[in-house]
């Protein structure tokens, strides 16, 4: 059974971090690019998605949305069948439900919120 697990949200003040992890099973990890997406509140999956930072297979290329370059970090464990976004200088527009993909696979999501 696939399963793509998102953890590591929660509440944060602004300019605070998080890094968020989707573990993966059921599927050969390392020869998916990984994907971050996030949903803003109030907007249905699908809908006003964002794709917020991807990777390669072997971690070696990176991309970001311009709203997140030089704030968040993308990485992954291919070992650990993990990937990993490190967000630095979290924003209240930051706050979202954030989602993990490999291809056709979608994690659960899992709540960041940026308040003071």
């Known amino acids: 059974q696939v399963q793509l697990v998102e953890s590591g949200g929660g509440l944060v003040q602004p300019g605070g971090s998080l890094r968020l992890s989707c573990t993966a099973s059921g599927f050969a990890f390392s020869t998916y690019a990984m994907n971050w997406y996030r949903q803003a509140p109030g907007k249905e999956r699908g809908l006003e998605r964002e794709l917020v930072a991807t990777i390669n297979t072997n971690g070696g290329t990176t991309n970001y949305a311009d709203s997140v370059k030089g704030r968040f970090t993308i990485s992954r464990n291919n070992a650990r069948k993990t990937v990993y976004l490190q967000m630095n200088n979290l924003e209240p527009d930051d706050t979202a439900v954030y989602y993990c993909?490999?291809?056709?696979?979608w994690g659960q999501g899992t709540q960041v919120t940026v308040s003071s």
């Open positions: 993909r490999a291809g056709a696979y």
